[in-house]
């Protein structure tokens, strides 16, 4: 690599003020919640910052499955299990949503020979 390679590379970079502790629990059925609790660069909870929680599942398909990630509005894990069901729903909808808009889109192209 030259000098003006690594000169046009962006910094890779850690940002130590937005660090989260990565905790992940699990049904072992349906799904993952991840729960992201801030932390302060030595590692210590940061009660300044909430903690976040994002759900995993995966929807079966003819053509396989299509793995589904949302942030599930929550402040403790309990809630955020009870809310999972309706998070998962809801950004599967806005999926179908999307996908039906592009093949909308797709279907409304004139194609100029």
């Not at 992201?36 to 210590?44: A, E, F, I, K, Y």
């Not at 929680?53 to 955020?80: D, N, R, S, V, Y």
């Amino acid at each position: 690599m030259t000098s003006t390679d690594t000169q046009n590379t962006p910094e890779i970079k850690i940002d130590q003020n937005n660090l989260y502790h990565d905790e992940t629990f699990t049904d072992l059925k349906v799904g993952w919640i991840r729960r992201l609790t801030p932390v302060r660069p030595d590692g210590t909870r940061d009660n300044k910052r909430k903690p976040i929680f994002i759900g995993q599942t995966q929807f079966a398909t003819p053509e396989g499955p299509i793995p589904i990630q949302c942030e599930i509005p929550a402040k403790t894990l309990m809630e955020a299990t009870a809310k999972f069901s309706e998070a998962m729903e809801l950004t599967m909808k806005n999926i179908i949503e999307k996908a039906m808009e592009m093949q909308r889109q797709s279907a409304s192209r004139i194609i100029k020979p």
